[in-house]
């Protein structure tokens, strides 16, 4: 985490997994997830066009994306986000 390519600068919510750490990113009116490895290292970032605050990954390793209540950049409070984006 830092400022810099391939870092993160405003962390929005954070997951910890077996196998390390995945973060929520928010950059402007989107969001990203930033995957780390067990030695903080980012393995992967998965971007996405919606704009959320908090998050959560269920039993099937999709994530359940929250935006609360941010009209006009936010349509839907929740969404779902499976891997492939």
Request: aromatic share 8%.
């Amino acid at each position: 985490m830092g400022v810099g390519p391939g870092m993160g600068v405003d962390i929005s919510d954070f997951v910890v997994t077996a196998t390390g750490l995945e973060v929520l990113i928010t950059q402007g009116d989107h969001s990203k997830i930033m995957v780390l490895d067990q030695d903080n290292k980012p393995a992967r970032e998965s971007d996405n066009n919606y704009l959320a605050h908090s998050f959560t990954k269920t039993s099937n390793n999709d994530y359940l994306l929250s935006g609360s209540y941010n009209l006009p950049f936010v349509e839907h409070r929740v969404v779902i986000q499976n891997q492939s984006g």
